[in-house]
């Protein structure tokens, strides 16, 4: 096994993890579902899914790939045997289909960030109308999707130490730095503190079922977790190390990037009073307008560096997802990582092309009639966030009738000898037994309604 590689140290792994979890989701997505949600409200709901569901399912990937040391399809066949490799083929699958989709996202990122810091933004009015048109010029948005593609694969092929690792080890301080440097600059921006409120005052009114439900899904999205990315790092790191601290010291990293780019966006969100712009567009109008109005010079520098926090961000992330099928084929198939990893990022760049041209330039993709006339690229990610709360689901009822629990607090308590009989292993054994697989068997069948009818559907 000691051919596959593994993390120099635990700083490596925890940077690399977290690296994964940090991405999009947390400076791209969490923002406008906080938007759409109610602002605070959201944030609540989202920090009880986060730790109630997801440090569990966590702390479980994790100890599954150790233990294994191989693998998502292989760690799942090796201690389950029988049919339960296939939860780990689902899980790749999903992974496949998430990058596909991201990849693209992060072409919007990587385009952004070049148009600003050249300063072609200068002579904009319109940014709404812009972003429509800019990510529908299908050849401008295929060469950045491409470029991104092709730095994840350079990295991915080096290896987890010299690659993963390496990589993680610059980007992930440089985010924090930026991330830092812009709340600041956020925070002296005029009506700064009414859209801090917005964000940070919780109106409880505010809660319905449908923020439980985006709350659920953005949590397990963001931790990267339900898909065996965690299992696969996971079966890189070392015997000696603590898991059960690595995954709270994970969670914390990516909870608190999401919730410090809440506190970047919404002051910018109040200093133009642009609350009514939603979605998938929010950052790209509202932040990109924001940059415009600081005069060229200073929206350059302040603009390139979001864009570049960004790229960043969706760069520590699309290196896990490749990684995931990669070690798949490396492990199984014992095929040679270099040539694995170019191949899979070919295909999945190009299982990617219906997203790209879902945003309006083919109309059959942007409006699927199947699905309430949503486009693709959301069809897609929303299926997507639906297989990681039913993937973590299962990997509850593994490890409850197939693994044991018992199992896995032994090789929890390895490189942790006071766990065994704490009371966070009480914690974490009823969350993984009976709170993770219930509420999430639940929520799941929720999200599948509420996406594909509406909750109309239930409630009348
Ligand atoms: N967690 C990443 C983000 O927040 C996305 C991701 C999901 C990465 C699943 C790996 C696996 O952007």
Known sequence: MSNRGNFSSRLGFILAAAGSAVGLGNIWRFPYLAGQNGGAAFLLIYLIC????????????????????SDAYGSYQKLGGGKWGYLGLFGILAGIFILSFYNVVAGWAFGYFLEISFGNLLDEKDFGAFF???????????????????????????????????????????LYLILIG???YSLTLPNAMEGVKFYLVPNLS????????????????????????????????????????SAAIITM????????????????????????????????????QVFHNMGPMAGRIVGGSFFLLLCFAALTSTISLLEVPAAYLVDQKKLPR????????????????????????????????????RDFLTFVSDMC????????CLMCIFIRYRWKINNMNEELAIGNPTYLGSMLQKYINITILWVCPILLGILSIGVIIDKFFGLEWIFG
């Open 206 to 245: 505010n809660i319905t079922l449908q923020t439980l439900f985006d709350g659920l899904r953005q949590a397990f999205f963001s931790l990267s977790l339900g898909m065996g990315c965690l299992i696969t790092y996971g079966s890189y790191v070392g015997k000696n190390q603590n898991i059960v601290s």
């Open 50 to 69: 986060v730790f109630m569901l997801c440090f569990p399912v966590m702390i479980g990937e994790i100890a599954i790939g150790r233990k294994v040391q």
């Open 182 to 184: 812009l709340i600041i």
């Open 132 to 174: 429509g048109s800019y990510i529908n010029n299908v050849w401008t948005i295929l060469s950045f999707s491409l470029g991104f593609m092709v730095i994840t694969a350079v990295i991915v092929s080096q290896g987890i130490q010299k690659g993963i690792e390496a990589a993680n080890k610059i980007m992930m301080p440089a």
């Open 253 to 288: 990293a990516d909870t608190s990037v999401a919730f410090l780019a809440g506190l970047m966006v919404f002051p910018m969100v109040a200093a133009i009073n642009a609350y009514d712009v939603q979605g998938p567009s929010l950052v790209f109008v509202v932040l990109a």
């Open 338 to 373: 270099k040539p694995v990893v170019w191949g899979l990022a070919l295909l999945i760049f190009v299982l990617g092309l219906p997203c790209l041209v879902s945003q309006g330039k083919v109309e059959f993709l942007s409006h699927l009639f199947f699905y309430k006339d």
């Open 385 to 392: 966030d639906i297989s990681l709360t039913v993937g973590g």
